[in-house]
Each structure stands twice: as structure tokens, then as C-alpha cells.
């Protein structure tokens, strides 16, 4: 036995343990996340159950769990129907069932509002839609679905002209705006002839917001009238559906179709409902720039900082604080970082670029305010201390015989540092990327202060001049968590879009950290060095 503690079996043993129960709770937790996630959209059967009492829900069965002694079990159903009931969820204990049937006609709709509605055609008005007219109520009124459907893309058209004519005027008004303020009466004509131009495109947006506004009138007047599991009727106009299907009477093909739909949604859409249905595109978009804009100013700045601490400072009291306050600032709370982004960059510098460059638009703050730029800024200083650490440890693994066998051939010590120890170096450099990429894309707290909102209505990079708006406020998939989880006034219904937010988070930290790993490792291999 002595032997056996000498050689530290034991410990060997115990931080095996250590990791298989670390990669147990991290796997416990991902599979909770893929179940909770990727269900969500699946369209199961929607169950139509008698109760004792004589009445009725109509409603896909969510859960089920044991009650208290006296009641057995009990099923939660996902009744729908905000707007008529109130709740969305609806819990029933199982002897309070007198039977369950599963209607193949039940219709389950996912409106622009309210959430889903649950509940079965009874008729359908469509007042001159062309094209509709045969066949039975419901093929009557999927295609008049589609057909209002195409009506509200050419809408959707109508609608970007508008927003370009009115990002046309706005540039306008701003020129205007600059030209007034410098004061020159020589400006005067270009300011008249700016101004026509800027009415001539308001006329033209008036006149689309006419024609606009006509054919919404014109495509409302298209409703079809549910009933709900009570008999209770619901006329619903076709605009504000947006999709209509009848879980009970698919097959498992016509499901996976509705699912790979659905995920296309997921991806490439907009929120809708206050974020908790429709899609996560500017929210993913929001997150992937980011990082990539971290990255770009986090990097040079740790591996410049690393390199002047590694192969230039000399050895003293002063870089030995240095590197004590670079280890501490990785434990800051990163809500303190948050504050000093909003006073140093949102009302220090920006405040600065607004007054030098943008004085005529004042008080309206341009760079004054919270935007994606300032944003990446501050998890750029977040993240720094990382890349910092990882950059000096890997320098410190470049064998000093190299350097020693660069110089002694007649480089000097700044094409030694080029072309010998930084290649060699760069491993350790990319895994404090990686760190710093997984730390900074998770991160919410600080982006509350610097940028984030709950919904965006314009990206940051776009196809209007000049392209990148780096002013512009953001979305991003962990302040949609928080949002959507905590914020949501109907949190229960709101439960599966934080696991599919979750989800999407988890896979782009985990393809971003892949890329960068499958980097590092082709210079590991071509760089061989002790560490990393």
C-alpha cells in the first residue's frame, strides 16, 4: 500500500473520476438541450379530450408527471388559443378524462399574433379571390392561403421600396442638415435643389404607402371561421396566418417536410410574437459579426501586448504588476466591463466622433449611443487578458536554442521574432483565440450596456452605402435567451425557443472553436513545440 501511494495511483484514479463526471454533467447537459430543442418543432398529433364534466380541450400533450397522492397523474395540453382562453397551457388530471380521440380534421394555425390557434374549419370567405373556388373546405382554403400568400410577398416588395425611398430621404435630410449647419450662403442652392429631390422621393413614398395600404385593406377582407374545441367561433383573417396544418392527418414524410420548413424558418427568418416564434436570422447574424469583429481587435493588441512582455521588457517591478493586473483583469466581472464600454466608448469616444464629425445631427447621438462597434470593443478589452497569457506561454515554449541559432546566422532579434518564435508560437496564440471567441460569444451582461436590443429592425452590414454600420444596435442570441426566458409575459410557451436558442449558441461557439482548433493543430503539426 505504501508503494501504491507513492507512485500517486490514487490521485491518478481520483482525476479520472474528475473528468469522466465533468464530461458526464457537460453530456447531460447538451442532451437536455438537443431533446428540449430539436422536438420543438416536430408537429406531433393533437389530442381532442373529453373531460367528465362534459367539456372539451383541444391541444398537443406537452407533459406529463405524477400528481399528488390523491389525484394520480395528471397531462399538460397546449391548448392555444391566447386570445380565447387567456393561457396556452392548460393542466388536467388523468381521472378527470373520459376519453381522448385524435381528430384527423383538427387544424392547428400559427398566427402573425396571439400565438397558435387550435381548432377546426367551419368556412372560409374569400370575396372575389381568384383561382379558389373548387373543392373541398379545406383545399379551398389552402389555396386561398397561398394565393394571399403571394399577395403579401408582392406587398413585401412594396414594402422594400418604400424603405429604400425612405433610406433615400433620410440621406437627403441629412446633407441638408450638414450643409445648414456650416452656414454658407453658397450652399443655399444645393440645399433648394436638395430638398426638391427629397420631396420628389416623399411624393413617390406616399404614393406607395397608398397603393400599400389599399391592398392590405383589399387582402383583409379574406377571412376563414374556426371553431375551438367549445364550439365557440373564431373569424380570423388570412393575412395573419401564416401557416395552417393538420398535425393528425400527415404522415411521417409530410412531417419531416414541416420540420426542414420549419428549421429553413429558424435560420433565415425574423422573430415575431415578442421573439418567441419565427426565426433567429439577425439574431445569429448579430452574434457571428461579434465575434469576428472581437477577434480582429482583440488579437493584434494580446499578441503586440505579449510580445513587448515576452521579448522585449525587461525583467522588473514594473512588468511584474503589469502581468499581475493582466492575470486579474481575467477575473473582473464582466458587468464591470459592460460600465466602462458605456462611459469610455458610448459617451467618451463616441460622444467625441459625434461633436467633431457629426455636430449638425446633435443632440441625436450617432456614435453617442450603444452599437455594435462599441460592442465588439468591449469584449475585445474582455477578452485581451486571455489572449495575453496564451500568446506569452506560447512564446515561452519556442526552445532557446532557435532564437539563439537565428541570431547567431545574422538575423536580427526583429526577423528572428517573424520569421522563428511567432510561427512557432502560433498555436498557443489560436488557443487563446479560441478562449476568447468562446468566452466573449456567450457573453450578455456588458452587451446590455454597449449595443444589444431586443429586436433590430436593421442589420448591421447591409447593401446600402457604406455597408458596414458600425453605429447601429444589434441582436445576439444570448440576450435573446435572457429575453425570451425571462422577460417573455408567457414564459411557459416561451421554454422551447430558449432550448433552440441554446441550441444554435452552442453551435456556433462549437463550429467558430473547431475551425480555430483544426487551425491550430496544421501548426502544431508544422510548428513542433513542447506546449500546446
Known sequence: MTGFWKKGEPQVWGTAAALSMTLLMVLSLIGVILVNGLGFFWPSDTALATLTDGSRLLGRITASEKATANHGKRIQLKVGNRDLYGQDFRWVDKKDIRSIAWPRDAVILERQENGNFQGFLKSVSLEGLPGTAAGTPWEVF???????????KKLAGTEKRMADLNTAAEQLRLKVLKLAYSGK???????????REREKLLAQFNSLLEKFNASSMELNRHTAVFTDATGQDKEIPLTAIVRA???????VFAKALFYAGKIRELLLDEPRESNTEGGLFPAIFGTVMMVLLMSVFSLPFGVVAAVYLREYAKEGLIVRIVRIAVNN????????YGVFGLGFFVYGIGSGIDRLFYPERLPTPTFGTGGILWASLTLAILTVPVVIVSTEEGLASVPKGLREGSLSLGATKLQTLKNVVLPMATPGIMTGLILAMARAAGEVAPLMLVGVVKLAPSLPFDGSFPFFHMDRKFMHLGFHIYDVGFQSPNVEAAKPMVFVTTLLLLAIVIAASSVAIHMRNKMRKRYATKAF
Open 142 to 152: 389552402r389555396k386561398a392561403l397561398k394565393a394571399v400568400s403571394a399577395s403579401r
Open 185 to 195: 450662403d453658397a450652399n443655399r442652392e444645393k440645399i433648394d435643389a436638395l430638398n
Open 245 to 251: 396544418y393538420r398535425p393528425n392527418d400527415m404522415g
Open 329 to 336: 483583469l481575467a477575473g473582473v466581472p464582466s458587468i464591470v
